[in-house]
């Protein structure tokens, strides 16, 4: 559910405030398998397990956003202020069979409480009739502090009872804050842009009660460019260059060793560095009846790539661990063709082929490895007249090969129909994700002593049928922007963050 409502404090002054709130309970059974063969390629033991993970929460959130406008065209100064928390329970059962197929029965239980708080000031300023200063300053921090608790059944009593050593909190505090400042022109035909981002992050967590303490502090900045030169209505070339960052979430720091069942380890670790990318690219764009084609070829340069190390020990265990292991190249070339045939109908697609060559020459578990691959992204959108509208998106990723293995490669095609009644006041649509149900997850990895197969599909293919009924004013308020954009990231952050 949501509310919204703006006030128009005079022509130049809005002021909004959007709530929304978030329930949602799910359930998801999952079927685990594992074989394990000796040097002979025999077969020596087997172990699976059923989980059953119940999950359940709910999110508040608040936006408020004041809006300023000038007489001067182009010149405004938006500001927004955003609240949200979220409590989120999980309760999931093991039942455990073992190599005579005896069960045995484990619980993992645990809470999640997620506070997020953000606040951003942009200002734009036009000079002359293309030229225009953009600057801003944003804060975010998020506070998210959890217990996980473990217990099995013993047969003999008949009671649940605590596994020791398993129990874990942890209490985790991050807050960034940047500024920026973009500069862009046009002189005839020739545009540019120019800017520079600055972040200071703060890091702060703790597990076991406090007992284990962790923070990071640094700062980073990340400049952009971009020009472009038309030549004629029909021709365009690029150039950008850009440095970004991807840092490591709570689930990738926290060190507390996680155990899904007899065989299966994994913990994060605390001393992760970010990942830093720099990337240059060059394209060229024609304009074509139908649409655009972009041609361009690109480089990407990553540091402190972080990657799951795993070994196993001589009972057959697996530990993985996150490790910045290695740097990594990329050169590409990538097509894009967007358009459409007629007004109705509208496509977006790319081809993307790329080479990468992962290193590591630090002297510890060191590797050189270069590999070829390529996607594909396609999408389609048919509003047939007086009929239906039609929605076609499919994605294909090839193989992937990261510091001990690969990633084969996987697929994935949606459909979507959507079908209005009596002037757009009721819509009625039905979809189907992964219509082929192709959707999977397939590593290959080995180390000194072990090789490993991991295969995972989840029951991906799935329908959906909606009804929504519109009534009132379909206006396009602040407020109401405000809310469809939260409801998209409440969705996405919940999908990300849970546990």
Do not use: C
Request: aromatic content about 16%; charged content about 20%; glycine content about 8%.
């Amino acid at each position: 559910g949501s509310f919204g409502m703006d006030y128009d404090i005079d022509k130049l002054n809005t002021l909004s405030l959007v709530g929304n709130v978030f329930q949602y309970k799910r359930n998801i059974t999952a079927m685990n398998y594992l074989k394990f063969f000796d040097a002979n390629n025999i077969n020596t033991s087997n172990f699976h397990s059923n989980n059953d993970d119940g999950r359940n929460g709910l999110n508040l959130d608040a936006t408020l956003t004041y809006t300023k406008k000038f007489e001067t065209k182009g010149k405004e100064f938006p500001t927004f202020g955003n609240f949200s928390r979220r409590r989120e329970d999980s309760l999931i059962n093991y039942t455990n069979f073992d190599s005579t197929n005896v069960p045995y029965y484990t619980t993992k239980d645990s809470y999640y409480i997620f506070k997020f708080l953000n606040g951003q000031a942009d200002y734009t300023h036009p000079f002359g009739e293309n030229g225009k200063l953009e600057t801003g300053l944003k804060s975010n921090a998020r506070l998210i502090d959890g217990e996980l608790k473990y217990t099995y059944l013993d047969n003999l009593s008949g009671s649940w009872l605590p596994i020791l050593g398993k129990d874990n909190d942890a209490d985790y505090t991050d807050v960034i804050s940047a500024f920026y400042a973009t500069y862009s022109n046009k002189y005839k035909d020739f545009s540019y842009q120019a800017g520079l981002r600055g972040e200071h992050t703060y890091l702060d967590f703790s597990i076991l009660k406090g007992t284990q303490k962790y923070n990071r502090d640094y700062i980073d900045l990340f400049p952009s460019m971009s020009l472009s030169q038309n030549i004629g209505k029909e021709n365009q070339f690029q150039l950008t260059y850009s440095r970004r960052i991807n840092r490591p979430n709570l689930f990738l720091l926290n060190p507390f060793t996680e155990q899904f069942d007899e065989f299966t380890k994994r913990s994060g670790n605390p001393y992760l560095n970010p990942e830093y990318i720099n990337s240059a690219e060059i394209g060229y764009t024609r304009y074509i009846p139908i649409g655009t084609v972009t041609l361009s070829g690109y480089y990407r340069n990553t540091t402190d790539v972080i990657n799951f190390l795993s070994n196993v020990d001589t009972n057959g265990v697996t530990y993985s661990k996150p490790d910045n292991r290695g740097k990594s190249n990329t050169y590409g070339v990538e097509m894009i063709l967007q358009g459409g045939f007629a007004k109705w109908w509208t496509f977006n697609s790319s081809i993307d082929y790329f080479s990468t060559n992962i290193f590591n020459n630090t002297g510890i578990n060191d590797f050189d490895k270069t590999y070829n691959a390529w996607s594909v992204r396609f999408s389609t959108n048919a509003a047939i007249p007086d009929i239906v509208d039609v929605q076609l998106f499919y994605f294909y990723m090839g193989k992937q090969v990261n510091s001990q293995g690969e990633i084969q490669p996987f697929q994935m095609m949606n459909l979507a129909f959507q079908k209005s009644f009596f002037e757009k006041k009721l819509v009625l649509g039905f979809r189907i994700n992964d219509l082929l149900n192709q959707q999977k997850f397939n590593l290959q990895s080995a180390g000194t002593d072990f090789s490993q197969t991991i295969y995972q599909k989840v029951n991906s293919r799935a329908a959906f049928f909606t009804v929504t009924f519109n009534f009132g004013e379909n206006g396009t308020s602040i407020s109401k922007r405000t809310s469809q954009r939260k409801q998209r990231e409440i969705e996405t952050e919940i999908q990300q963050t849970g546990n």
